[in-house]
């Protein structure tokens, strides 16, 4: 009976890995200051850049930083709290919201929430929604370099999962410089942007 319960396990484990290898592996990577990148492995990475617009999720705030994920199908929406390095308190909030969220124009996106409890130093601090998704994960930060972040990879049922692909988010916050999405060349962004939309189109068509 053990070896049938072992071997079943290992065929359980042999299958998800088999699964999750089949998958597009996708890097996103954010910061609070509207700095990110998108990659499709193993082509290189094209720039992401997050801009104040109003939240239509769940007690959105009509001001959040927004980055548009350039077209990702079936994104699941919710919240991933994230809590300061060694503590229990909310240092962050992802938000995921689905095309369609609030209006029929309105595209796939994730919001950065940051605290703004002793003071607003990056774009992202702006305090938290009002209202939640009832989907939410809680993940810790963790200190690394000149500030703290953390990496999430969610499952088939956790706030930010994109059907068909394997999605890794990159996410810095608490840095100790302040760069300026300003400065990055804006033609260079949507140039980006666009090849990141095509990229997602083309892999859900395979």
Do not use: C, H
């Amino acid at each position: 009976m053990r070896t049938f319960v072992y071997s079943a396990l290992l065929a359980l484990g042999l299958a998800a890995s088999a699964s999750a290898a089949a998958l597009t592996p996708v890097l996103i990577t954010v910061d609070e200051n509207g700095n990110g990148t998108i990659q499709f492995t193993p082509e290189p990475a094209s720039p992401l850049l997050g801009v104040m617009q109003a939240d239509p999720g769940p007690g959105g705030l009509a001001s959040a930083l927004t980055y548009n994920l350039q077209g990702p199908p079936s994104l699941v929406a919710g919240d991933v709290f994230m809590t300061d390095p060694g503590e229990d308190s909310t240092s962050d909030i992802i938000r995921f919201n689905p095309a369609g969220t609030g209006s029929a124009d309105y595209e796939a996106s994730l919001v950065f929430y940051s605290d703004n409890s002793a003071g607003v130093t990056a774009l992202a601090d702006t305090g938290f929604p009002t209202s939640f998704y009832t989907n939410t994960v809680t993940i810790p930060e963790v200190v690394s370099g000149g500030g703290s972040g953390a990496v999430y990879t969610p499952n088939s049922s956790q706030p930010g999962y994109v059907t068909g692909f394997l999605v890794t988010y990159d996410i810095t916050s608490d840095t100790s410089a302040v760069p300026e999405p300003a400065s990055i060349s804006l033609i260079a962004l949507a140039g980006g942007a666009l090849l990141a939309g095509k990229r997602w189109i083309k892999r859900v068509n395979r």
